[in-house]
């Protein structure tokens, strides 16, 4: 069995594979972990870039389905986390999702009701002055609280997958890019690499917002968009608490949405990006700072002492996706919700490989869009649309 991508998709379904006594070779390109699995903003909450509401309006019961998914994906992290002891600072700590206009508080009530209504979670709408409560800033409007969220440290999270996948005795080979994959005629795959072939009964790819061109069909359905992250300082507590009480996980209602935490260790991690335009670290760093000073004033003046970027895997409906094409199993674009989903993932793509099935819901077809190979030359004017969405 071969695994491509070495990120918290691959290194679950290594575990498990390995769990099962099966043989695993998890090839990664770069360093373990290199990608977006321990980039992200640590926040682990479930849903999907589509919300409820409209998942069940554009779907109906496999909506249900999806979200109900996503829910046992969060489920099935604190599970991993406690089970296998992964130490990586998990803090059920719940999460706001903000208004940054006075309408998005109407797509908020819909969404609290849908969840109460549909799956029996309660999510507490505050109107701007409860949000007061809850973080110190003048920009938004009220917000939807979920208790049932919570925040990690992602390297130390995927340093326990990959701990967990070692030990069961997945071989585990970093800058290892797989180049190249051909069916045998005797049954299953040839994986080429620089160092070598390798034979196997089945393959599963994990690239996500990494795809190169091992899998055409998946690169074409796959859209990579940067996303971004400033890390402060580390805050005194009276700085810290003064401006984020209760330690939420927040993110806002923009399409350009900032997302944005307190660390463990009291640094304000702030993410977000201001367009699909091509940028450098710098000039996100300088944005994401000017940024998180006008919903944070107290924070001016703080030091910035880290700033970096990686891959978001987006698709063309917002939703991540499992299936299999010419026989290779994949398991991606999260859509930057995926810490949760792509453990969930991870699993179930082991399980079906094992001979197990996948749930109807996720049964779905995987948009492309027509003259889509490589370069997404749509980004531009889709950028645009958003960003004037957005200013409206
Ligand atoms: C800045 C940022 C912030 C985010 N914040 C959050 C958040 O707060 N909460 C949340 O839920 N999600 C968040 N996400 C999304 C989340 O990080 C991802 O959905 C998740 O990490 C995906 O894991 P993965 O294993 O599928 O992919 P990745 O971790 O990206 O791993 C894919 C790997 O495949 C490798 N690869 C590609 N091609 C080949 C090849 N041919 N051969 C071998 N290896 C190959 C790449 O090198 C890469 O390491 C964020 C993402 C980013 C970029």
Redesign the pocket.
Known sequence: MVV????????TAAARLAQRGRSVAL????E??????????????PGFKVGPADLLKRYGDQGRQLYQASVDAFALLEETITTDRIECDYARTGHLHLAYKPRDMEQLEAEARVLAEEWGISARILDRDALAAEIASPVYHGGLLYERSGGLH?AKY?AGLARLAFDRGAHLHDR????ALARRRQGGFTVE?PRGAIAARDVLL???????G?VPSIRRRIIPI????IATEPLSDDRARSAIPNRR?LFDSKNFLY?WRLSSDNRMLF?GRASFAPTTIAKARDWLYAAMVRVHPQLAGIMVEHA??????FTFDRLPHIGRTEGITY??G?????????TY??QLAADWIAGGEVPGCWQRPFPGLPLYRETPWFLPAVGWYYAALDRL
């Open positions: 491509v991508g070495g990120g918290y998709t691959g290194m090839l990664e390109k770069h373990l972990g290199w990608g977006a699995s321990s980039r992200n903003g640590g926040m682990v909450h992602p995927f290892t890019p797989a180049v690499t994990a690239t996500n917002g990494y795809s190169d091992l940067g996303s971004y992250i996980m997302y993410g970096w970027g990686g891959n978001v895997g398991a991606l999260y859509c930057g919700t995926g810490v949760a989903m792509s993932f991870g």
